[in-house]
């Protein structure tokens, strides 16, 4: 799945949440959907399971400065 982090995404997110940094965010506007979970061992969207991007979320995490971005999001088979 690729997703694509704006500015607005940037402005809007908030560090060390689940549900609203910039990542969730790019995420529920790419699959239409609430339904998302970040974190540092997947994200959630649905039902659908993928590796996380933890470079650009460790940053802006940490409070250092991230850029609008594209990613592609590499599915997995979740064993939860």
Request: hydrophobic share 35%; glycine share 4%; aromatic share 12%.
């Amino acid at each position: 799945m690729n997703i694509s982090v704006t500015k607005n995404d940037i402005a809007n997110g908030k560090r060390r949440s689940f549900t609203r940094c910039p990542i969730a965010l790019a995420c529920k506007r790419r699959a239409k959907t609430d339904g998302v979970d970040v974190n540092f061992q997947e994200i959630r969207i649905g039902d659908r399971f993928f590796y996380p991007v933890e470079e650009f979320m460790s940053d802006f995490d940490s409070g250092r400065p991230v850029k609008p971005s594209r990613f592609t999001l590499e599915e997995f088979l979740s064993d939860h």
